[in-house]
């Protein structure tokens, strides 16, 4: 069963960048036709998807974000993180990794598509 873990800071300064990693157990990320996926939450409003790679390493971004955000992977340790820079109040949210296996997969998946979350994590953009 694969399992998704994220791990970051909780709090950020606005105009600094957010890191944030998720831990992949119980699968593979190079696994072909699996979408790995940052999906976040700000207060109030509903998911947005962000950014996502491939188990090819083709990655995929929000054309509202992509400005400012990379995801990247390594393999050795299962792992793949978000980079968001400049990031803002608005940032606020609660971010979550999420995957999906699908051969056939064009757009973004809907939330109760993903086969897969991790829990969450807070992150805080304030001064």
């Known amino acids: 069963q694969v399992q998704l873990q994220e791990s970051g800071p909780g709090l950020v300064k606005p105009s600094q960048s957010l890191s944030l990693t998720c831990t992949v157990s119980?699968?593979?990320?190079?696994?072909?036709?699996?979408?790995w996926s940052w999906i976040r939450q700000p207060p109030g409003k509903g998911l947005e998807w962000m950014a996502a790679i491939a188990g090819s390493g083709s990655t995929y971004y929000s054309p509202s974000l992509k400005s400012r955000t990379s995801i990247s992977r390594d393999t050795a340790k299962n792992q793949f993180t978000l980079q968001l820079s400049s990031v803002a109040p608005e940032d606020t949210a609660v971010y979550y990794c999420a995957s999906v296996h699908s051969k056939t997969i064009v757009v973004v998946p809907q939330p109760d598509e993903y086969d897969y979350w991790g829990q969450g994590t807070q992150v805080t953009v304030s001064s």
């Open positions: 119980g699968g593979s990320i190079t696994t072909n036709y699996t979408y």
